[in-house]
Every structure is written in structure tokens, then in C-alpha cells.
């Protein structure tokens, strides 16, 4: 019960999602989100709405995310940027799959500090390889509204069908299992320094991914 209570807080809450693909940042993002009133910002989930809708970022993104590849720098911070200066993200925001780089990271920091903010948490969620892979294969994905589930442990009340909007759940492109070992040795040498730089800012909280999803949560609402 306690679990659904809304988290409140004064301040503006700027978070920062961490871990290997099919960690479970997007479903912890989600919770997050709805529990301080606060958008959830994935930039894979921007990256799918604009292939669906057929729009040239969509086209460019396309080629590397169908490879497990990053898309680059120069077309995904831009695209952040414009997302967090929309009017919903005045109190705060919870970032998931951004930033993945140091490069990112560091443009997001410099562009913060120029109105003397900060990212306030990174949530690191720690998820050995092996247990990623069994996630992906049986994750599926609603390209609608965003919504994901898990054919074991999360599935949707009518089998391939999404309980928010009704439309019919995919397996992504990406997730497929070769895909899902380039994305796992992308995320050691892109992703996982991110680590050791919230680190040093001194804004970093692991919990172990491992549990189920509402323990998961549970850490993270002592967290915050
Ligand atoms: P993106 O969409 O961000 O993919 P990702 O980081 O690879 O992460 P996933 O969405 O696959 O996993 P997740 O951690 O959200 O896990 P989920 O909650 O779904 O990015 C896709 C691509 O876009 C990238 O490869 C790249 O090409 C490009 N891109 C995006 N951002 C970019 C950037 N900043 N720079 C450059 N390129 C970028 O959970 C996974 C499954 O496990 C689900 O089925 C879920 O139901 C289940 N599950 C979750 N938690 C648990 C649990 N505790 N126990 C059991 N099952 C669980
Ligand atoms: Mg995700």
C-alpha cells in the first residue's frame, strides 16, 4: 500500500535513470514519474515514436538502434535539450536512457549549471548480463503509449494486447538476442563510466535489480 502513496517533495526533482539495457530503467522510470507528478523523459522511446510516425530524426535513428549502436551525440543531445525546456519540465523530470555517454553527461551538467541547477539523483539499477538477456526475449513493447510488460514476469490480462490503450504488443526489433549482445557491450564501454561520474558528483544511489519489480520500487522510494 504504502508503495502507492505519491512521493512529495518541495523542490523540483531532476533525475537521472542508470543501467544495462532491460535493467528495468523504463519500468521504474514509469513509477517514478506517476509518484512526484514528474514526465518521464526516454529518449528510445522519443527515438520509436518518430520511426512509427516516419519523420527524418526517425529515419537517422533507425539505422544505428536497429544495429544495438548508439545514436549519435550530435542528434540526441539536441533532441534532450528541447525536451527538458517544454513547460511540464519546470518541477523536475526523470530521465531514462539519457544521458549515455560522458559526452552527454557533460552536456547536460554544463547546460544545468547555467541556470544554477543539477541533477538532484542517478538511480544506478544493477542487473547481472546473464538475467538481461532472459529479460529481453520475453519483454514486450506497446509503440503506441509506451507501455511495456514481460511475457513471464509482467504480462498483460489479454495475452499481446496493451492494458493502457488496446493496441497490439511487439517484440522490439532490438531486442532480438544477437542485438542484445552488441546493446550489452555498448552499454560497458559507453554507458557504464556514467557510473563512476555521478559518482564523483556525488548525486549516485545503486539498488540491485535483481528483486521484483515493487521491491525494486521500494528501494528507490527510501531513496527519494
Ligand atoms: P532504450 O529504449 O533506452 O533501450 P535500453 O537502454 O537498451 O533499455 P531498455 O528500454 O531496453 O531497458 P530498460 O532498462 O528500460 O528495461 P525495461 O524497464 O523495459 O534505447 C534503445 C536504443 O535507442 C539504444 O540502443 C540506442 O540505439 C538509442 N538511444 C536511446 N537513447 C540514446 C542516447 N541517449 N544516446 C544514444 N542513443 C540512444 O525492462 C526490461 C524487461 O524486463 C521488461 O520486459 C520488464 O517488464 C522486465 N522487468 C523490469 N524490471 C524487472 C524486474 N525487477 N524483474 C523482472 N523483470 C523485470
Ligand atoms: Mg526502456
Same mark, same amino acid.
Given at each position: 500500500?504504502?508503495d ?10 531532476? $533525475? ?15 513509477? $517514478? ?34 544495429q ?32 549515455r ?23 544506478d ?6 538475467? $538481461?538477456?532472459?529479460?529481453?526475449g ?48 555498448? !552499454?560497458?564501454?559507453?554507458? !557504464?563510466?556514467?557510473?563512476?561520474? !555521478? ?26
Amino acid at each position: 500500500m504504502r508503495d502507492r502513496l505519491p512521493i512529495r517533495r518541495e523542490d523540483a526533482m531532476k $533525475i537521472v535513470m542508470l543501467g544495462a539495457p532491460g535493467a528495468g530503467k523504463g519500468t521504474q522510470a514509469k513509477r $517514478i514519474a506517476e509518484a512526484c507528478g514528474i514526465p518521464h523523459i526516454s529518449t528510445g522511446d522519443i527515438f520509436r515514436s518518430n520511426i512509427k510516425a516516419g519523420t527524418e530524426l526517425g529515419q537517422q535513428a533507425k539505422a544505428f538502434m536497429d544495429q544495438g549502436a548508439l545514436v549519435p551525440d550530435e542528434i540526441t543531445v539536441g533532441m534532450l535539450m528541447d525536451r527538458i525546456h517544454e513547460a511540464d519540465c519546470k518541477d523536475g523530470y526523470v530521465l531514462d536512457g539519457f544521458p549515455r555517454t560522458i559526452p552527454q553527461a557533460e552536456s547536460l551538467t554544463e547546460a544545468l549549471s547555467r541556470t544554477g541547477e543539477a541533477i538532484d539523483a542517478a538511480i544506478d539499477i544493477e542487473v547481472p548480463d546473464e538475467d $538481461i538477456v532472459l529479460r529481453m526475449g520475453g519483454r514486450r513493447a506497446c509503440l503506441h503509449c509506451g507501455a511495456t510488460y514481460h511475457t513471464c514476469f509482467h504480462p498483460p490480462r489479454l495475452e499481446n494486447i496493451c492494458d493502457h490503450c488496446g493496441h497490439e504488443l511487439v517484440l522490439r526489433d532490438d531486442d532480438k538476442p544477437e542485438t542484445v549482445k552488441t546493446r550489452l557491450e555498448v !552499454y560497458h564501454a559507453h554507458t !557504464y563510466p556514467l557510473i563512476a561520474y !555521478y559518482r564523483a558528483a556525488g548525486v549516485l544511489h545503486e539498488v540491485d535489480g535483481t528483486k521484483n519489480m515493487d521491491q525494486v520500487f521500494a528501494e528507490i522510494r527510501e531513496i527519494l
